[in-house]
C-alpha cells in the first residue's frame, strides 16, 4: 500500500543517493537499480524519451563527474496529485547546483508500491522552470 509519505521518501532517497554517486561518494547504483521499474520510462526536459536501461546507462556515465561539494541537488514543493494504495502521482520541483549553474526542473512521477524501496519508479516526466 502506498502513502504519500512513501513517495515523498523515495524522492529525496533517490535524489541524496544521485549526489552521491556524481561526487563520487557511492560506487555502485544498485539503490537505483532496485528503484526504477523493469518498464521505467523517463521523458526529459528537452522532451527526449529513455527507457530503463538507457537511463541506467547516462547514470553509470555521470558517475564521479563532480567533486565533493560540486554537485547537489534539492527537492522542493513535492505535492500529492492522487495516491491509491496501488499507485500514485506526484510532482515535485527538483533543482541542480553544480559550479556553473543552477537549473530547475518540475518532475511528475507515477510509483507503484514495492518491497524493495519505498515506491517504484514507473514513469517520470520533467519539464524546465
Known amino acids: 500500500m502506498l502513502s504519500t509519505a512513501d513517495c515523498e521518501r523515495e524522492i529525496r532517497e533517490l535524489h541524496d543517493c544521485f549526489v552521491e ?17 523493469p ?29 565533493p561539494s560540486e554537485f547537489d541537488i534539492e527537492i522542493r514543493n ?8 496501488d499507485r500514485a502521482l506526484v510532482s515535485y520541483e527538483e533543482w541542480q547546483t553544480t559550479p556553473d549553474e543552477q537549473t530547475g526542473r518540475l518532475s511528475t512521477a507515477y510509483f ?8 517504484e519508479w514507473r514513469y517520470l516526466q520533467e519539464t524546465w522552470l
Open 112 to 119: 507503484v508500491p514495492s518491497e524493495r524501496v519505498a515506491a
Open 78 to 85: 513535492v505535492d500529492a496529485i492522487e495516491v491509491r494504495e
Open 21 to 37: 554517486l556524481y561526487t563520487g561518494l557511492r560506487e555502485d547504483i544498485e539503490r537505483v537499480e532496485q528503484a526504477l521499474g
Open 39 to 67: 518498464d521505467f520510462r523517463l521523458v526529459h526536459p528537452s522532451g527526449e524519451r529513455s527507457d530503463r536501461e538507457t537511463v541506467l546507462d547516462g547514470i553509470r556515465s555521470q558517475k564521479d563527474s563532480y567533486g
